[in-house]
């Protein structure tokens, strides 16, 4: 009997630091992935992108994320700004604009259903595609 109680308590043991070091693991994975400067991939989330953003030499392009996950874009596209409104969606370090309309007069807006952005860092977000005169690699900052 004495020997089926040490062998209880050895496993109880057993289980018990197999949950602490698994419990350790996961934290130290989730602080990981959320650190960005030492080149980890960082998920972004709402609070990191909500706000204001304006192309540096044209004020008029903005693109304003709301904390709903709504967004508005004052597109330039040449003869003038479009303003596009939507939902967006965030996906690892890039936000996708959800484009629900199709604008037959523009080229890059055509049949265009998400537009693509990657996150810089806390304050800049660069266009990843043309969308009319706003050319890939522009940059948009808070």
């Not at 308590?9 to 949950?19: E, T």
């Not at 992108?49 to 874009?73: A, F, I, P, Q, W």
């Amino acid at each position: 009997m004495d020997k089926i109680e040490s062998i209880v308590a050895l496993g109880i043991i057993v289980l018990i630091l197999v949950v602490f070091f698994a419990v350790n693991i996961s934290s130290d994975d989730i602080h990981l992935t959320n650190n960005i400067d030492n080149g980890y991939v960082r998920n972004v989330v709402a609070d990191d992108v909500t706000g204001s953003y304006s192309v540096k030499d044209d004020s008029n392009s903005k693109l304003l994320l709301n904390e709903d996950g709504t967004y508005s874009l004052n597109l330039n596209i040449c003869s003038g700004y479009l303003e596009l409104k939507g939902v967006y969606e965030l996906r690892d370090k890039n936000i996708y604009l959800i484009n629900r309309t199709s604008y037959e007069d523009y080229e890059n807006l055509r049949e265009n259903e998400e537009f693509h952005f990657l996150v810089v860092d806390d304050n800049t977000i660069k266009l990843d595609e043309n969308l009319e005169c706003e050319l890939q690699g522009t940059l948009f900052e808070k």
